[in-house]
């Protein structure tokens, strides 16, 4: 599975635009791109998933290139309840997904 | 609806001391996985099943053992538990495909002394 790279931490204010971004240099044909958000005492939940071009949802957009070797998890007008560390999975589009998560990055959103 | 339900949530073992952690889900789910989570880190994959009767190590197996019991139950063992495997383990469960969202259950926080 492709190895996936991204900063450790990120600060930024309320209502900013935040843009994290992943790099997933060998990544595979039928790899698709998935961010997970995970706050203090819980478990990661899923944010987005994309496999080229971009993608959108009610919470995140997701870019990709068209080489596919990154990726970036953007988060329109933040908020102090998005502070939370953001994962960044390549994970296979078949049968017996392996998942593995990186460090994350860790973003605070200050007042 | 439940989810992922992982039960103990909190646990306190003896060096030595074994346990078995327990998962379930109920979203008729085929793979099933074990992740620990040490203070300020990632998530690291203990081991995965892709489906009823397969089971795959992960990134750290060693000191582990599971058991896909059923396509419902995913429960994970510690024979001989150690103060290194102190630590949050997270079970989660995914369906095949293109969609590879992960579920995951609310945690059980180990210690070992």
């Known amino acids: 599975l492709a190895k996936t790279t991204q900063p450790i931490s990120m600060d930024s204010y309320e209502g900013q635009e935040v843009n994290i971004t992943c790099s997933h240099n060998n990544i595979a044909t039928n790899d698709y791109i998935t961010w997970y958000q995970q706050f203090p005492s819980q478990g990661p939940r899923f944010i987005i998933q994309g496999y080229k071009t971009k993608v959108t949802n009610e919470v995140a957009s997701l870019f990709i290139p068209a080489d596919r070797k990154s990726s970036t998890l953007s988060l329109p007008r933040v908020s102090l309840s998005d502070t939370a560390v953001y994962y960044c999975l390549v994970a296979r589009g078949n049968a017996g997904n392996m998942l593995t998560f990186g460090g994350g990055t860790r973003l605070m959103v200050k007042p | 609806n439940a989810g992922v339900t992982q039960t103990p949530k909190f646990q306190v073992l003896k060096t030595g001391q074994s346990m078995t952690l327990q998962c379930a889900q109920d979203m008729n789910h085929n793979s099933m996985y074990w992740y620990r989570q040490d203070p300020g880190m990632g998530l690291r994959l203990i081991y995965y099943s892709a489906s009823e009767g397969t089971t795959d190590k992960g990134e750290v197996p060693n000191g582990y053992n599971v058991s896909r019991l059923n396509k419902r139950e995913f429960s994970l063992r510690l024979e001989s538990a150690a103060p290194s495997q102190t630590s949050v383990y997270f079970c989660?469960?995914?369906?095949?495909?293109?969609?590879?969202?992960?579920?995951f259950g609310q945690g059980t926080r180990l210690t070992v002394v």
């Open positions: 989660a469960s995914s369906e095949w495909g293109q969609n590879t969202e992960a579920f």
